[in-house]
Antibody, heavy 125, light 106 residues
Framework: QVQLVESGGGVVQPGRSLRLSCAASGFMFSNYGMHWVRQAPGKGLEWVAVVWYEGTKKYYADSVKGRFTISRDNSKNTLYLQMNSLRAEDTAVFYC??????????????????WGLGTMVIVSS | DIQMTQSPSTLSASVGDTVTITCRASQSISLWLAWYQQKSGKAPKLLIHKASILQSGVPSRFSGSGSGTEFTLTISSLQPDDFATYYCQQYNSWWTFGQGTKVEIK
């Protein structure tokens, strides 16, 4: 079945780095745009980053621009989020999510039909 | 940036009730709106996309309507499994979520 499994979360000191992974299975990973969405404790959902299906176009929320890098390896069916210069306000559950539409055209956007279970990132000294 | 505002923030209801959640966009988003359900400690689940299209496997008691800047999610005959937090999301221009509406047991 279609599945996303995140890993790589943990406790990290402010200013340090962490890399999250999201392993995909059950669908043609290379045909779908992929996202990271986060949720701070007790708060709502915040979109973080997107990478287009082919991997060349990447966009970020202003809150993480310049610090986080999204990437994908279509040969390994895996999505990544490299997080540098972490701050206390980055503490959250990070979810990876799959877009609904296959081979989404540039200039269009899409909802998310499959989500992983999430991985917790705690930034604390 | 497009802002999404949901109301109410919390809604108390009983099993069997019909409940309505409203989501307003700060500018027109046409029909590019999705609704998600999130239970405590779980990942969000897509219920509706393109304002009114029910995602496969979602019960028909869930329905969505609206266009432009105002949208509604209606749950008819609320079931025990429906007590959760609901989020709207615009995807007309990038992605923005509403702040969420918690549906709790009265």
């Amino acid at each position: 079945q279609v599945q996303l499994v995140e890993s790589g979360g943990g406790v990290v000191q402010p200013g340090r780095s962490l890399r999250l992974s999201c392993a995909a299975s059950g669908f043609m990973f290379s045909n779908y745009g992929m996202h990271w969405v986060r949720q701070a404790p007790g708060k709502g959902l915040e979109w973080v980053a997107v990478v287009w299906y082919e991997g060349t176009k990447k966009y970020y929320a202003d809150s993480v621009k310049g610090r986080f890098t999204i990437s994908r390896d279509n040969s390994k069916n895996t999505l990544y989020l490299q997080m540098n210069s972490l701050r206390a306000e980055d503490t959250a559950v990070f979810y990876c999510a799959k877009e609904t539409s296959v081979l989404r055209a540039a200039g269009t956007f899409d909802a998310f039909d499959v989500w992983g279970l999430g991985t917790m990132v705690i930034v604390s000294s | 940036d497009i802002q999404m505002t949901q109301s109410p923030s919390t809604l108390s209801a009983s099993v069997g009730d019909t409940v309505t959640i409203t989501c307003r966009a700060s500018q027109s988003i046409s029909l590019w709106l999705a609704w998600y359900q999130q239970k405590s400690g779980k990942a969000p689940k897509l219920l509706i996309h393109k304002a009114s299209i029910l995602q496969s496997g979602v019960p028909s008691r869930f329905s969505g309507s609206g266009s432009g800047t105002e949208f509604t999610l209606t749950i008819s005959s609320l079931q025990p499994d429906d007590f959760a937090t609901y989020y709207c999301q615009q995807y007309n221009s990038w992605w923005t979520f509403g702040q969420g509406t918690k549906v709790e047991i009265k």
